[in-house]
Nanobody, 124 residues
Framework: QVQLVESGGGLVQAGGSLRLSCEAS????????MGWFRRAPGKEREFVGR????????YYADSVKGRFTISRDNAKNTVYLQINSLKPEDTANYYC?????????????????WGQGTQVTVSS
C-alpha cells in the first residue's frame, strides 16, 4: 500500500505561481511512477504529467507544457508540481497518484494509489 498526501493548493491571482507537494508513505521502495491529475468543476479528470520514480524522467500533457514542472525528492518521498503563469482555467482540484507496477499508460486507470487532492483556485 502507498499513501499519498497533497499540499500547497490555494487561491492565487492569474499570472502567479504555486508549488504543490505530494508526500508518499508506505510501500514506496517499489514505486514505478507518480502522476499529477486535475479535475475542474464539471469536467473529467485530466492527466497533467508524470515522473518516473527511478531516473526522474518526466512527461507532460500538451496543454501544460512549458508552464508545469514535475520534480521529485526521493529522500523525502515527495513529488512536486510547480505551476507558473497560472490561468483561471487552471482552477481545479489537483491529485497525485502512484503506481508500483510497470505501466506506461497515463490514464487514471493506470494508477493504483491516489491522494485526496488539493484545491487550486486562480482568480482573474
Amino acid at each position: 500500500q502507498v499513501q499519498l498526501v497533497e499540499s500547497g493548493g490555494g487561491l492565487v491571482q492569474a499570472g502567479g505561481s504555486l508549488r504543490l507537494s505530494c508526500e508518499a508513505s508506505g510501500r514506496t521502495s517499489s514505486m514505478y511512477k507518480m502522476g499529477w491529475f486535475r479535475r475542474a468543476p464539471g469536467k473529467e479528470r485530466e492527466f497533467v504529467g508524470r515522473i518516473l520514480w527511478s531516473g526522474g524522467t518526466t512527461y507532460y500533457a500538451d496543454s501544460v507544457k512549458g508552464r508545469f514542472t514535475i520534480s521529485r525528492d526521493n529522500a523525502k518521498n515527495t513529488v512536486y508540481l510547480q505551476i507558473n503563469s497560472l490561468k483561471p482555467e487552471d482552477t481545479a482540484n489537483y491529485y497525485c497518484a502512484a503506481q508500483n507496477e510497470y505501466n506506461p499508460i497515463n490514464s487514471p486507470s493506470s494508477y493504483e494509489y491516489w491522494g485526496q487532492g488539493t484545491q487550486v483556485t486562480v482568480s482573474s
